[in-house]
């Protein structure tokens, strides 16, 4: 289903993630081997980052997941 919240997320972040020189950190190829390589909750947390939701997700505390 296409209204997945992890679907959903990580179309986001392919969309959405910048690497620190401003360009962009996934392919929409990607899509893929992020949903198999990283765990849900990291990329919620991530989702949220990209949001700032979450004003106690940074960076670095997400490198670390």
């Known amino acids: 289903n296409s209204d997945d919240p992890l679907i959903v ?38 989702e949220l980052f990209l949001f700032g939701v979450n004003s106690n997700v940074t960076v670095e505390n997400s490198k670390e997941d």
Do not use: R
């Not at 620190?20 to 081997?33: L, N, Q, V, W």
């Open 9 to 46: 997320s990580t179309h986001m972040l392919c969309q959405l993630a910048e690497n620190e020189d401003g360009t962009k950190a996934f392919h929409p190829s990607d899509f893929a081997s992020l949903q198999n390589d990283l765990p849900e909750n990291v990329l919620n947390e991530i």
